[in-house]
């Protein structure tokens, strides 16, 4: 069975630093695409960032110059460094894999981890 199992949340104070993890298990041939979102109480799921196996890097606005999308293909694994954190960024943070490919070549559209909540408060 294919899943992505995200890790790295937490509290932290404004101006602080976290590094979250998304590893896809499973037998897998391939991934196009891999991504975080979050999303706060009461607002819908937006992207935080992106990146395409053809190159492609996407940001949201409002995490430009302060997080880094990274990826081992190797480890079919996406990470999230997020720096000088804001109130305003805690939210439920969903790691999105896109085109995912099994090495029986069952192919997944799309695939949602669990989230993991990240909280930044003083």
């Known amino acids: 069975q294919v899943q992505l199992v995200e890790s790295g949340g937490g509290l932290v104070q404004p101006g602080e630093s976290l590094r979250l993890s998304c590893a896809a298990s499973?037998?897998?041939?391939?991934?196009?695409?891999m991504g975080w979102y979050r999303q706060a109480p009461g607002e819908q799921r937006e992207l935080v960032a992106s990146m395409y196996s053809r190159g492609g890097i996407n940001y949201a606005d409002s995490v430009k110059g302060r997080f880094t999308i990274s990826r081992d293909v190797a480890k079919n694994t996406v990470y999230l460094q997020m720096t000088s954190l804001k109130p305003e960024d805690t939210a439920v943070y969903f790691c999105?894999?896109?085109?995912?490919?099994?090495?029986?070549?069952?192919?997944?559209?799309?695939?949602w981890g669990q989230g993991t909540q990240v909280t930044v408060s003083s």
């Open positions: 499973g037998n897998i041939r391939s991934i196009d695409g």
């Open positions: 999105r894999a896109v085109r995912l490919t099994t090495t029986q070549f069952y192919r997944y559209l799309e695939l």
